[in-house]
């Protein structure tokens, strides 16, 4: 376990990417009652580092997403942006949500190149770094087609390709795979390494598969069960790089740190289904 390791860069010039400290999220229910989902998470995250959060179902993993976004604010704490307070929507993140975010009546060119034409980029130009991501992303020969003419995974791939054209900063993903059978989350992933080690970006990526999180990661959080989650551990992934998702899985490092992480989630998974278990 790895908590209070240095995080890289964080003697470089600049600040961490997200500073979360002591972010309370609550929510009005039913009758008025406030509802705390997360309580006094704090979270580092160093400028081009990829950080996996795992936890059980409904802990606050995708909260602690939406308030990075600044889709939410905090009842507490402070989400601070390399440096700067958060005030309103992350301007500096991209977030590639699991449910898809393509408009069906546009062509895999079009979606891709949407966000610029948002920003004001001409048109042709916008169109030209949309066809250069597709190709980057393996879709260069797909460009008109629809949505519903792509695979899961081709539609994914035109999702990753529409959050990084406009070069984020940040990228925040929720569950970005989970739709996808084994094999095409492989292939995702290390398309996913590839572009994050072109790019070095830094990455919350919010996963569910313990594997996914190791195979991918400079560093895997877990959550408790909620309510009031909390972060309860942190490990460094000291695996090398650059990694392939299925070879990495093989090696012998990679079965000790699982073993050591699942020790610690699987009595809050379990204390997680016990909990739903109770409110139903």
């Known amino acids: 376990m790895a908590s209070g390791v240095e995080q890289p860069g964080e003697q470089g010039v600049l600040p961490p990417a997200v500073d979360l400290k002591g972010v309370r ?11 705390v989902a997360v309580e006094g998470a704090d979270l580092r995250v160093a400028d081009g580092e990829f950080v996996a959060i795992v936890g059980p179902t409904g802990c606050g993993k995708s909260t602690l997403l939406n308030a990075t ?3 939410l604010a905090p009842a507490a704490g402070t989400v601070t942006v390399f440096g700067e307070p958060l005030a309103g929507l992350n301007r500096r993140a991209g977030y590639l949500f699991q449910a898809e975010a393509l408009f069906p009546w546009k062509t895999a060119l079009e979606n891709v190149a949407i966000g610029l034409d948002v920003a004001g980029v001409r048109h042709g130009e ?3 770094r949309a066809s250069q991501w597709l190709t980057r992303v393996g879709l260069g020969a797909f460009a008109a087609r629809y949505p519903h003419q792509l695979s899961g995974g081709q539609r994914k791939r ?22 996808l ?12 390494l590839s572009l994050w080690t072109s790019e070095r970006k830094a990455v919350m ?10 195979a991918l990661a400079d560093r895997v959080v877990i959550m408790g069960a909620g309510p009031a989650s909390r972060i309860i551990g942190e490990w460094r992934v000291d695996l090398p790089r650059p990694r392939d ?8 490092a990679f079965h000790a740190l699982h073993k050591e992480i699942w020790s610690a989630l699987r009595d809050e998974v379990v204390k997680g289904y016990r909990q739903a278990e109770e409110a139903a």
């Open 205 to 214: 990526f919010v996963t569910h598969d313990l594997e996914e999180a190791i």
């Open 158 to 179: 035109v999702g990753l390709a529409q959050v990084l054209i406009r070069d984020p900063k940040i990228l925040l993903m929720d569950e970005p795979f989970g739709p």
């Open 245 to 252: 998702i299925s070879e990495v899985r093989m090696e012998p």
């Open 126 to 128: 916008a169109r030209e």
């Open 25 to 35: 999220i609550a929510f009005e229910s039913v009758g008025g009652e406030r509802f």
């Open 181 to 192: 059978d084994a094999q095409t989350r492989q292939i995702m992933g290390n398309m996913l």
């Open 69 to 71: 976004a600044g889709l």
